[in-house]
């Protein structure tokens, strides 16, 4: 029997295994060709068709950007809510709490007699939503135009596209596109028509809120004949604002500075922000508060609430006194800021982040803008600083003290029906020895409401109202 030879081979036979093993590999490197393919295939159609998209409305459309932190999306706001496709046609549609009363709403009687009357009496909180698209896009017509608009929240603007502007996460962007630009104009015309016919009785409060103005409250314009000073002194104070606004040109002719201010100062209680207000109401102006003893308002806030002022406003800053520390040293005081007044040997603080000299500088500093009335107001005249109240920051000062013979007989006027000269003088007989300010007249009326007869007759124990209230003072 012989023994097999052994002959050398070229190359070894696949098996089964290794074939399989083979094919395996083969098939997953297809497979992984294919899905890089894919994923770059969708990724160039997704971005292709953005940028057509692009392309196509910067071709074909103009756009118009809103953020709710404008002036003019409140008005869009308004004028939406009444538009018919707000009214019949959207099918997404959302509440919008507004500070207007829009239109008449449905009253509500009740046996208290609480109802929603337009005159901001009694009205419920129902009375101030409207409602207006929800997010995404709508289409509608204005005059026969077609637009077409896109509510987002630009919290979730998430697009290799730019978009419009930048604005806080939960504010809101309001995109309009239409082919024609004069359109825009028209509609926030047509716009600012609506809202100002909705505002026109009313008085917008803003207050700075950190780097914008924020409206926080709309008001019923406050009548002259509501706010009972001393004889002439608000006359005196309208003729003043009269003779400032209507001497734009006599101011540049000079070159002085286009601004004014003034200081109301006395009691407490006695209407100065009820001035302020009737003021702004009788020149169709709204008003803008700052905090200066704010924690939040600092110098670089202080400075762009100044710069940024809306339109037809006045700038108010209430109890200024209260922007500087108390004297007690017992007292408890927030942190101060220390700093060096030029002209002033004494060194000034204030409880606000925001600096004494940045306040000077925004009142008539080389930053501070024309154009623009600031009113102030304190309790203590004599706490504030020399330099404050120099002309060019504090232009007039008004006192406004407390209740006078003259005030009484008009607020009595004011308050009663049956009301008669010889009455008014027998109650100012028995009041007339204490002090006190309009504020605690007023609510001493307020108790006696059925006549004026009741309120002489009551004003026999005037002195005991006065130390109810803690503030008797012969």
């Not at 190359?11 to 060709?33: I, Q, V």
């Not at 803008?288 to 704010?294: D, K, L, P, Y």
Request: proline share 4%.
């Amino acid at each position: 029997m012989t023994a097999p030879t052994l002959e050398p081979t070229t190359g070894a036979e696949p098996t089964t295994a290794t074939d399989h093993l083979g094919s395996f590999f083969s098939f997953h490197t297809f497979g992984k060709g294919w899905f890089i393919f894919g994923f770059f295939g969708s990724f160039l159609v997704w971005y292709l068709q953005a940028a057509i998209q692009f392309l196509l409305n910067r071709i074909l459309f103009f756009q118009l950007t809103l953020t709710d932190a404008d002036d003019e999306f409140r008005w869009y706001c308004a004028w939406f809510s009444f538009h018919p496709y707000t009214l019949f046609g959207a099918k997404r549609i959302k509440p919008k709490k507004t500070h207007h009363n829009f239109g008449r709403e449905p009253v509500l009687n009740t046996e208290r007699g609480i109802s929603d009357d337009n005159n901001g009496e009694g009205s419920s909180k129902a009375s101030r939503v409207k409602f207006v698209p929800g997010l995404g896009i709508h289409l509608f017509y204005v005059q026969s135009k077609l637009f077409i608009m896109k509510l987002e929240n630009a919290g979730f603007q998430k697009s290799l596209i730019p978009p419009s502007s930048s604005v806080k996460p939960s504010n809101e962007n309001c995109d309009s596109k239409n082919t024609a630009y004069f359109t825009f104009r028209d509609l926030l015309d047509e716009c600012y028509y609506v809202h100002d016919l909705i505002s026109r009785e009313k008085t917008t409060i803003y207050s700075a809120s950190q780097h914008t103005w924020r409206v926080t409250s709309v008001v019923e314009k406050r009548e002259k004949k509501t706010v009972i000073l001393d004889e002439g002194v608000w006359e005196e104070l309208y003729k003043d604002v009269s003779n400032f606004l209507n001497s734009k040109k006599w101011y540049k002719d000079r070159g002085i500075p286009y601004r004014r201010g003034y200081l109301l100062y006395g009691p407490p209680g006695n209407g100065k922000t009820s001035t302020i207000t009737s003021i702004a109401a009788c020149f169709n102006l709204n008003i803008c508060v700052i905090n200066m003893g704010s924690q939040n308002m600092s110098d670089d806030r202080l400075q762009n609430a100044f710069s940024t002022v809306p339109k037809n406003s006045i700038i108010v800053l209430e109890d200024i006194d209260s922007s500087f520390p108390k004297d007690d040293p017992n007292e408890q005081q927030e942190p101060t800021h220390e700093i060096d007044v030029r002209g002033m040997r004494s060194v000034i603080k204030t409880t606000g982040k925001a600096t004494f000299s940045c306040l000077l500088n925004c009142l008539d500093g080389i930053s501070s803008q024309e154009s623009r009335i600031v009113f102030m107001t304190t309790n203590f005249k004599d706490k504030l600083p020399p330099s404050l109240l120099r002309n060019g920051r504090v232009d007039r000062k008004v006192y406004l003290g407390n209740t006078t013979k003259s005030q009484l007989q008009r607020m009595s006027q004011n308050f009663y029906e049956d009301f008669n000269d010889e009455l008014c003088e027998k109650l100012w007989d028995r009041v007339g020895a204490f002090t006190f300010c309009m504020a605690q007249l007023q609510g001493f009326f307020l108790r006696n409401p059925s006549s004026f007869e009741s309120a002489v007759e009551a004003s026999k124990n005037f002195e005991t109202f006065l130390k109810e209230e803690g503030t008797l003072d012969k």
